[in-house]
């Protein structure tokens, strides 16, 4: 099992990367080997991986990192780099390896002195590996100020120090980093793909397995949520049921409050889980004593302040998180009406709940459909803008009874 098989029908960009780590690998073994380095090379110290949600994007620049640290012999009797079975290759998979920083944020941004930290470790060589890779998964979350300092560090690298970005578009990007990054597009992966994957990797049922890969239009990491967590499938059948209950406004105002309630439940039991340790493992760093009500040493209370506010950053992002999902699938839903109204030959994705689907295809116009679908949208933008989740979701489906 090479470290390939993870990205899931990304073929062309397999082929891509699988080329430039060859070339990196023949780069670091010149080097080691005092010959001089091959003029032409398909490898380069930045990159942007792009593509939808549930593409893969984070799984490729993974897989890339794993195999720019390969050490199989293998190598050296012309196989490919990214065997899955070396030390380099397992070490970079499990977030071990001393040479691989992953960079992943569950707060709504990534700021300047994160990003300081990370240029200066950009500038060292490598500890053990052949190259210091940087994987950014959440790029798109960088502010200006954090994107100046990461674009100096792209622009002058060290010789052997390689910089994975990760975002949902281009545009996500400033546009000086990205002009100095080579760009990999990443697709949708089929929905058979998918399947498939998790019936080989995860040992999922196929008939589920097909249901939660149609249900979730080729989003990798959605659909093995799906398929592994009955909680996650009860969250989305109530969700799928909100069109069928808008049909007065107190309906619309229920379903609106439920839904938000459910945000919030999610992101109470990320805090219950994290926040506790957190907070217990920074007083001891600090010095207090053992047990809650124990006092902290004089000037603590800055430290103590910056993780309050920092969980506080997570808990509001794992309800904006949790609604946009619940949104993904009522424009799903929407979506299935509309193919229905128009006779698309595409077929539905949330065959489970047919019945409401054909209802609401027969009861109303394309137009009404697309209307929906517009107002889904303008909620997702409401949240972004940092609307009161409640006042925009509520609006939402107002718009969604009145069509």
């Known amino acids: 099992m090479t470290v390939w098989d993870d990205v899931v029908g990304q073929q062309r960009v397999v082929a891509e990367l699988t080329a430039a780590a060859a070339?990196?690998?023949?780069?670091?073994?010149?080097?080691?080997?005092?010959?001089?380095?091959p003029e032409a090379s398909r490898m380069t110290h930045a990159w942007l991986f792009t593509g939808p949600p549930g593409s893969g994007r984070s799984t490729a620049a993974r897989a890339f990192a794993a195999a720019l640290q390969c050490v199989s012999p293998d190598r050296a009797l012309g196989a490919a780099p990214g065997c899955g079975f070396c030390d380099g290759c397992h070490t970079t998979a499990v977030g071990t390896h001393a040479d691989v920083e992953f960079v992943r944020t569950d707060l709504l941004s990534i700021g300047v002195k994160e990003t300081r930290d990370l240029v200066r470790r950009a500038a060292l060589s490598p500890a053990g590996g052949r190259w210091q890779v940087i994987v950014m998964e959440d790029a798109d979350r960088l502010t200006e100020g954090a994107g100046n300092v990461l674009l100096k560090a792209v622009e002058e690298p060290a010789p052997r120090t390689v910089w994975l970005l990760c975002a949902p578009s281009v545009e996500d990007a400033l546009p000086t980093i990205r002009s100095r990054?080579?760009?990999?597009?990443?697709?949708?992966?089929?929905?058979?793909?998918?399947?498939?994957?998790?019936?080989?990797?995860?040992?999922?049922?196929?008939?589920?397995?097909?249901?939660?890969?149609?249900?979730?239009?080729?989003h990798i990491g959605r659909a093995r949520r799906l398929a592994t967590d009955e909680s996650a499938r009860s969250r989305r059948a109530a969700v799928l049921r909100v069109p069928l209950r808008v049909a007065d406004i107190g309906g619309c105002l229920r379903a609106a409050q439920e839904l938000v309630d459910a945000a919030q439940e999610d992101a109470k039991a990320v805090a219950e889980e994290v926040d506790g340790?957190?907070?217990?493992?920074?007083?001891?760093?600090?010095?207090?004593?053992?047990?809650?009500?124990?006092?902290?040493?004089?000037?603590?209370?800055?430290?103590?302040?910056?993780?309050?506010?920092?969980?506080?950053?997570?808990?509001?992002?794992?309800?904006?998180?949790t609604l946009d999902l619940a949104l993904t699938d009522l424009a799903g839903f929407y979506r299935d009406v509309l193919s229905l109204q128009l006779g698309s030959a595409v077929g539905i994705a949330n065959t489970e709940v047919r019945e409401g689907i054909e209802q609401i295809a027969s009861s109303s116009r394309p137009e009404n459909s697309l209307r929906r679908i517009e107002a889904v949208l303008a909620c997702r933008d409401a949240l972004d803008r940092n609307v009161a989740p409640l006042l925009a979701v509520e609006a939402m489906t107002l718009a969604l009874r009145a069509g």
């Open 23 to 37: 070339d990196a690998n023949a780069l670091v073994t010149a080097h080691e080997e005092g010959r001089p380095q």
């Open 181 to 218: 990054c080579r760009l990999l597009s990443l697709r949708t992966p089929s929905a058979e793909a998918v399947a498939d994957v998790l019936m080989r990797r995860d040992g999922i049922d196929p008939a589920l397995a097909e249901r939660v890969a149609r249900a979730t239009q080729g």
């Open 277 to 321: 340790k957190e907070t217990e493992e920074m007083r001891a760093a600090l010095g207090a004593a053992a047990g809650a009500g124990s006092r902290m040493p004089r000037g603590t209370a800055g430290a103590m302040k910056e993780l309050a506010d920092r969980q506080k950053r997570r808990s509001t992002r794992t309800q904006r998180d």
